[in-house]
């Protein structure tokens, strides 16, 4: 089986589809519809090989600060970032990112490349 991804998006029609084209590729995949529950996931005895958080999600914490927690749990975790507000990426300045942020509308196949980058090649 493939790598385990985490993906973290309060759109459901997004997160749906990436969900969809993930699983598809044979990417083993959870998901969660906010911060709160990718933590509560995060501090599962659950193997995640990468989290993709969108940044800007109602309730806590946003996608930096998920990151920032998960990243100290498991500090071998890859991050992907997703978001829709136009010069976020320069938001984080007091802190280093932990991977790169993609802008949506992001391509699908932008997307599945980054997630192969991150992961050292195909799915399965």
């Known amino acids: 089986m493939g790598a385990t991804l985490l993906v973290v998006e309060d759109d459901d029609d997004i997160r749906e589809l990436v969900v969809s ?5 044979g ?3 959870l998901q969660a519809v906010n911060g ?12 995640i090989d990468l989290l993709f958080t969108d940044i800007v999600m109602p309730g806590g914490p946003d996608g930096f600060e ?7 749990q498991r500090p071998e975790l890859k991050v992907l970032y997703a978001t829709g507000y136009a ?7 007091d802190r280093p990112l932990h991977g790169k942020i993609l802008n949506k509308p992001y391509r699908l ?3 599945l ?11 399965a």
Not at 21 to 25: K, Q, S
Not at 66 to 72: C, E, I, S, T, V
Not at 87 to 93: F, N, S
Not at 116 to 122: M, S
């Open 113 to 123: 490349s980054e997630v192969r980058r991150l992961l050292g090649g195909p799915a």
């Open 21 to 25: 084209v993930l699983r598809a590729e």
């Open 109 to 111: 196949d932008e997307f």
């Open 66 to 72: 998920l990151a920032d927690r998960a990243k100290q």
């Open 27 to 29: 990417y083993c995949v």
């Open 87 to 93: 010069g976020l990426a320069r938001a984080r300045q």
């Open 36 to 47: 709160g529950v990718a933590t509560v996931l995060l501090g599962e005895d659950i193997a």
